[in-house]
């Protein structure tokens, strides 16, 4: 009889050491649970030509010229997302993001990505001018985007990354830059002059500090290219820029550029 509230003590103290481990053991199984749920990145690819993959090829048949080989599709293999969409559209302006691509955005949006501008700013009859026309003509034309970049598209701007934001609120947005586009070295007789080559990427320095600001104005990550491209842009002896190789994918990253120079920007900016 002496013994029985001792037995009966150590069946209780047992059972709450039972009940302690079992608690210690589902409550982490339920919090990593909850941290994988919360972790789940559901991702969604806007933008022009240099999202989209314009210059890597093989192209889907939507008549954006949409590459696997582009950076948004790599990032997306490499982290095992919960879902991706890539509606970027070669050609793409400011507008088109606004009127059709943030469809594709929703409040379960986590993460965004964008390259936008360089076709506001008219990139295309930039390079037009300076490749196939004169000293004269290729100075003007990038004085006339260079102007455009600092007063017109900063507004454009604006108002696509507020687009973004109201259809994906909980969402990450991240901002990539464009590349110099060239080396100023010598590379032969039918290269453009360095010193065309010099005031591309002096415009390309503009219109970065414009996206950048604006941006960091708007609450996203600016994600810089010139820097993991360096050494890298047309007339290197490696270059990740095509040259004049098509009319579609000229002055375009290569499947190179994506891979080594636009993924790594990124991955440095989502770790």
């Known amino acids: 009889m002496p013994h029985r509230p001792l037995a ?8 709450v050491l039972t009940a302690a481990a079992v608690g210690a053991v589902l409550v982490p199984a339920t919090a990593q649970a909850a941290t994988a749920q919360a972790a789940a990145v559901n991702y969604v690819a806007l933008g022009d030509s240099y999202s989209s993959g314009v210059g890597a090829g093989p192209y889907d048949l939507s008549g954006c010229l949409r590459s696997q080989k582009s950076y948004a599709p790599l990032w997306a293999a490499a982290n095992a997302v919960a879902s991706f969409k890539f509606p970027a559209c070669g050609g793409a302006v400011t507008s088109d993001v606004i009127n059709s691509q943030v ?6 949006t986590t993460l965004v990505t964008i390259t ?3 076709n506001d700013a008219g990139f295309a009859d930039v390079i037009t001018s300076c490749r196939f026309g004169s000293t004269s003509s290729c100075t003007n034309a990038v004085n006339e985007s260079k102007a455009f970049a600092t007063s017109t598209l900063p507004g454009r701007l604006d108002a696509t990354y507020a687009a973004i934001r109201n259809r994906a609120p909980n969402a990450r947005l991240i901002v990539l830059g464009y590349p110099r586009l060239f080396e100023t070295n010598y590379c032969g007789l039918l290269a453009m002059s360095t010193y065309k080559r010099t005031i591309l990427n002096e415009a390309a320095d503009v219109l970065a500090t414009v996206i950048s600001a604006r941006a960091a104005a708007a609450g996203a990550t600016f994600a810089d290219t010139r820097p993991t491209f360096a050494g890298h842009g047309v007339c290197a002896s490696s270059p990740w820029i095509r040259d004049v190789s098509g009319i579609i994918e000229a002055y375009h990253p290569n499947s190179a550029g994506y891979r080594y120079g636009y993924l790594p920007a990124l991955n440095a900016v989502t770790g």
């Open 8 to 15: 009966r003590a150590l069946r209780a103290l047992v059972a």
């Open 103 to 108: 469809n594709s955005l929703s409040t379960s």
């Open 116 to 118: 936008i501008g360089g």
